[in-house]
Nanobody
Framework: QVQLVESGGGLVQAGGSLALSCAAS????????MGWYRQGPGKERGLVAT???????NYADSVKGRFTISRDNAKNTVYLQMNSLKPEDTAVYYC?????????????WGQGTQVTVSS
């Protein structure tokens, strides 16, 4: 079993910055890709950014140049630095990870953390 626990959400004014983190814990697991997704009011959950174990990154067009994803493999933690925030970035942000627990494939979500950007 793997648990993903996010932290770092909150309220910020437009143009400000927030940093999110997501730590994975458990036993006998190995993570491949980790990433962040978000679900805004009345919207479906969608990709924000992902990062592979080798550090290759992928971003949604709407956040390119403003958000930076990174990870610390030794700590099984993924980060999302969000700069130049806009009201449309308001959403619940979810951490996602996939990999293996023992010999079994794994994919899971964190509980979500609210990010609110005021205009």
């Amino acid at each position: 079993q793997v648990q993903l626990v996010e932290s770092g959400g909150g309220l910020v004014q437009a143009g400000g910055s927030l940093a999110l983190s997501c730590a994975a814990s458990g036993s006998s697991f190995r993570l491949n890709a980790m990433g962040w997704y978000r679900q805004g009011p009345g919207k479906e959950r969608g990709l924000v950014a992902t990062i592979t174990g080798d550090g290759a990154t992928n971003y949604a067009d709407s956040v390119k140049g403003r958000f930076t994803i990174s990870r610390d493999n030794a700590k099984n933690t993924v980060y999302l630095q969000m700069n130049s925030l806009k009201p449309e970035d308001t959403a619940v942000y979810y951490c996602h990870a996939d990999g293996r627990v023992g010999i079994y494939p794994y994919a899971g979500w964190g509980q979500g953390t609210q990010v609110t950007v005021s205009s």
